[in-house]
T-cell receptor, first 119, second 117 residues
Framework: DGGITQSPKYLFRKEGQNVTLSCEQN?????MYWYRQDPGQGLRLIYY???????QKGDIAEGYSVSREKKESFPLTVTSAQKNPTAFYLC??????????????????FGQGTRLTVV | AQKITQTQPGMFVQEKEAVTLDCTYD???????LFWYKQPSSGEMIFLIY??????QNATEGRYSLNFQKARKSANLVISASQLGDSAMYFC??????????????FGPGTRLSVLP
């Protein structure tokens, strides 16, 4: 079955540590995204990537880094520079076939999320 | 400026009744897509329904329908015959910039729906 997989589901980080969240998709999607969600809040974009070896900062990229070496994979590293990393992290992917003159459904498919807690 | 506005932080509805969740959006791009997602307490994001800016008719998917009023920039979600399992957070999202290849999704703050037995 095609889908998008995030791991781990729960992650605990000590102060000053870098941690990497995994995101893998087998949907053959070009675009991938990382969102952060705080309790009771909406989703805020951290980074997104349209193609391999290219990615763009989102609204809250400070303290995070990403790579896109393979189409299927878009790992997120939460660095020690991120002062308040405790949150729920969601990875998503979508196709990028967009047509200027007609509507094309390009919904984002989401992983199950990783809940990161600083201890 | 907020691109997606959901003015109802929380809503209650009686089981089997219909409920409307509001969403207004802001864009100057003629090509865009509007999406609704459901997020139960488990955290997963479940895609519900899509409306394209060029679509002439309102989208429907089972018990979900979208009341799309383009001139008012409104895309309200209507859930008919509410069920207890509909209790969740609901997010409205927009993907704009179709003229600019590969724009990202912007989400609203969400509405928490509680279905009462």
């Amino acid at each position: 079955d095609g889908g998008i997989t995030q791991s781990p589901k729960y992650l605990f980080r000590k102060e000053g540590q870098n941690v990497t969240l995994s995101c893998e998709q087998n949907l053959n999607h070009d675009a991938m995204y990382w969102y952060r969600q705080d309790p009771g809040q909406g989703l805020r974009l951290i980074y997104y990537s349209q193609i391999v070896n290219d990615f763009q900062k989102g609204d809250i990229a400070e303290g995070y880094s990403v790579s896109r070496e393979k189409k299927e994979s878009f790992p997120l590293t939460v660095t020690s520079a991120q002062k308040n990393p405790t949150a729920f992290y969601l990875c998503a992917s979508s196709i990028d076939i967009l047509d200027r003159y007609k509507s094309v459904n390009t919904e984002a498919f989401f992983g199950q999320g990783t809940r990161l807690t600083v201890v | 400026a907020q691109k997606i506005t959901q003015t109802q932080p929380g809503m209650f509805v009686q089981e089997k009744e219909a409920v409307t969740l509001d969403c207004t959006y802001d864009t100057s791009d003629p090509s865009y897509g509007l999406f609704w997602y459901k997020q139960p307490s488990s955290g997963e994001m479940i895609f519900l329904i899509y409306q394209g800016s060029y679509d002439q008719q309102n989208a429907t998917e089972g018990r979900y329908s979208l009341n799309f009023q383009k001139a008012r920039k409104s895309a309200n979600l209507v859930i008919s015959a509410s069920q207890l399992g509909d209790s969740a957070m609901y997010f409205c999202a927009m993907r704009e910039g179709i003229d600019n290849y590969g724009q990202n999704f912007v989400f609203g703050p969400g509405t928490r729906l509680s279905v009462l037995p």
